[in-house]
């Protein structure tokens, strides 16, 4: 199992859009919609902010998107926020046995 | 609201076995989720490590299968992890979760983290 492949950092200015690929394979990203993204500050807890592909948890606002073409899924966050200055990371279901794979994380930087 | 904590040593030596426990609060182990363990070395990932049914089931992360148990204890609902012969690469913190989804693939309920370091 490799880890899912995200670039290592983007950033964006307040209120503009900024999107962070998460890329797979035909086992884990591409053959199934089970991906999640956590949002993770400083010090802090990793926070579910997407899950089976593009659903938000209660309470995470819909400046959070998110979606899957093929083997890579994409987070968006549109009108970004100094809060949202973060690490992010995506997560795919790869297969039997319950397996999952992380991808190695983005650091957001909101300039 | 389900809260986890986890508890158990933090500073184990090399070649000795980490072990953590995972106390579940205001939901039972038994209720029909996956639950799991995740780490995080200093600066780096997230890695899954396992996860636990609550009928004894249990799947572990490839790499670390050979060195890895997770075991569950329903009377006081807790679960639990074991890695033997650890080295410098298993300093990291620790997180314990909940799984959710059709195929139990997500956490939505994460414990605070503990930092495990294996020193000399």
């Known amino acids: 199992q490799s880890a899912l492949t995200q670039p290592r950092s983007v950033s964006g200015s307040p209120g503009q859009s900024v999107t962070i690929s998460c890329t797979g394979s035909?086992?884990?990203?591409?053959?199934?919609?089970?991906v999640s993204w956590y949002q993770q500050h400083p010090g802090k807890v990793p926070k579910l902010i997407i899950f089976?592909?593009?659903k938000r948890p209660s309470g995470v606002p819909d400046r959070f998107s998110a979606s899957k073409s093929g083997n890579t899924a994409s987070l968006t966050i549109s009108g970004l926020q100094a809060e949202d200055e973060a690490d992010y990371y995506c997560?795919?279901?790869?297969?039997?046995?319950?397996?999952?794979?992380f991808g190695g994380g983005t650091k957001l930087t909101v300039l | 609201q389900v809260r986890l904590q986890e508890s158990g040593p933090g500073l184990v030596k090399p070649s000795e076995t980490l072990s953590l426990t995972c106390t579940v609060s205001?939901?039972?182990?038994?209720?029909?989720?996956?639950w799991g363990w995740i780490r995080q070395p200093p600066g780096k990932g997230l890695e899954w490590i396992g996860s636990?049914?609550?009928?004894?089931?249990?799947f572990y992360n490839g790499s670390l299968k050979s060195r890895v148990t997770i075991s569950m204890d329903t009377s006081k609902n807790q679960f639990s992890l074991k890695l033997s012969s650890v080295t410098a690469a298993d300093t990291a913190v620790y997180y314990c979760?909940?799984?959710?989804?059709?195929?139990?693939?997500?956490?939505?309920?994460w414990g605070q983290g503990t930092l495990v370091t294996v020193y000399s």
């Open positions: 979760a909940r799984l959710n989804g059709a195929t139990n693939s997500y956490f939505d309920y």
């Open positions: 205001d939901s039972y182990i038994s209720s029909g989720y996956y």
């Open positions: 636990i049914y609550f009928s004894g089931s249990a």
């Open positions: 035909n086992n884990d990203v591409g053959d199934y919609n089970y």
């Open positions: 089976d592909v593009s």
């Open positions: 997560c795919s279901y790869a297969g039997s046995y319950s397996i999952v794979i």
